[in-house]
């Protein structure tokens, strides 16, 4: 199976090794990531302008592109996937937003939402299954306590990002679970890092990172893992437990993690 894949720009730069572990992780699960042509960065927030087109064109093009090759779209980044699922959603329902940003691009045939938008972990919960994870694993982490770290930013808006409960998430317990390992759940796993503020307000941001990381500590977690970059980069600095994507870990468990450490110096 392939999918139109779009990295976003931080998988290009700080984050190139969710992408590489992604990638080597995806071919021994047997599917493949077809990334898009030209792609550019799709803004990191979504505007709540109702009149902003210009910085969801971007998107827009991705979402296209992923049309045009009749494949779904996968993204890996919570706020790429964040931005993109939102404009796709104001593409299809939206009508004042569809015909300016349409006419604005002059496609052969417009854009009306036709895509389907999906995060790496819906492939893995969707379409491969966590029982043939299971099945396919060489190397559990057995014995390794995990907390899952979402964020907001694939739980909200809930009705429209359509990922998983908001309030009692349970897709990334169990892919932990899929790769041997214990699933740790603690309250804060769903509560802002404060990604958006971390530049402005660094002692707010901390404090929240730090409430996160005491939390899943005290429930026994010894790692957190996240598919968020900006998240990442917030735990990390508290220092409370070390921090990993998810996708690391799951190359680990599929035996492929040295070939990711290859595919990340290609890209």
């Known amino acids: 199976m392939k ?27 047997g599917f493949e990531l077809e990334e898009i042509e030209d792609w550019q960065c799709c803004g990191g927030v979504y505007p709540l302008g109702t009149d902003e087109i210009a910085s969801k064109l971007s998107s827009v093009r991705a979402l296209n592109e992923a049309k045009e090759k009749g494949q779904d779209l996968i993204t ?26 349409n006419n604005y691009m002059q496609l052969e045939t ?23 994870i299971r099945e396919l ?3 559990p982490l057995t014995g390794k306590k995990i907390g899952a770290y979402y964020g907001c930013l694939l739980l ?16 990334i317990e169990d892919f932990i679970r899929a790769i041997g390992a214990e699933p740790v759940v603690y309250p804060y796993r769903n509560e802002c890092c404060g990604g958006y503020i971390s530049l ?13 990381s005491e939390s899943a500590e005290g429930f026994g977690a ?15 600095k508290s220092a409370k437990l070390p921090v990993y994507y998810f996708t690391e870990l ?3 468990a599929l035996g492929v993690k040295k070939a990711a450490k290859e595919e990340e110096a290609k890209l």
């Open 3 to 29: 999918y139109s894949y779009y990295p976003g720009c931080t998988l290009r730069t700080k984050a190139k090794d969710l992408d590489a572990y992604a990638r080597v992780s995806a071919k021994a699960l």
């Open 76 to 101: 890996l980044c919570s706020a790429c996937h964040h931005v993109i699922k939102r404009v796709n959603d104001d593409m299809k329902n939206v009508e004042d937003i569809r015909v300016r940003a």
């Open 110 to 132: 417009p854009y009306a939402g036709e895509t389907n938008v999906l995060h790496f972990l819906e492939v893995l919960r969707d379409r491969v299954g966590f029982d043939k």
């Open 137 to 139: 694993v060489v190397n």
């Open 156 to 171: 909200r808006p809930s009705q429209l990002m359509a990922f998983d409960n908001p309030e009692n998430p349970t897709i």
């Open 200 to 212: 402005k307000e660094k002692d707010m941001a901390k404090n929240m990172c730090d409430k996160i």
């Open 222 to 236: 010894e790692m957190l893992i996240t598919a968020c970059p900006l998240c990442l980069y917030n735990l990390n």
């Open 250 to 252: 799951l190359a680990e």
